[in-house]
């Protein structure tokens, strides 16, 4: 099972958007996945077990797992492609 935390500017629709399409992608990579939602400033308390963080904004500082800058799911401008970069770190 897969951790994914989600994060956008206040932790609701953007996130929850971008959770949706990663989840569908997740399952038909066959991929478990787990999700959690939060906004920035909550990142470093949020990051047990985490596997991948997945960010519909900036994110400043160090993090010990990948960052994947996801604004793509929500614009729709290169959305297979970041959906491949998040299946392919996942795998």
């Not at 399409?21 to 990051?47: E, F, G, M, Q």
């Not at 010990?64 to 799911?73: G, Y």
């Amino acid at each position: 099972m897969k951790r994914i935390l989600f994060v956008c500017g206040t932790g609701g629709i953007t996130s929850a958007i971008a959770e949706k399409k990663v989840a569908d992608a997740c399952k038909d990579a066959d991929i478990p996945v787990t999700t959690v939602r939060c906004i920035p400033t909550s990142v470093s308390s949020n990051l047990d077990n985490i596997d991948l963080i997945v960010s519909t904004t900036f994110l400043s500082g160090d993090y010990p797992v990948e960052v994947v800058n996801a604004l793509s799911l929500i614009t729709g401008i290169g959305t297979e492609a970041v959906l491949e970069t998040i299946i392919s770190k996942l795998q």
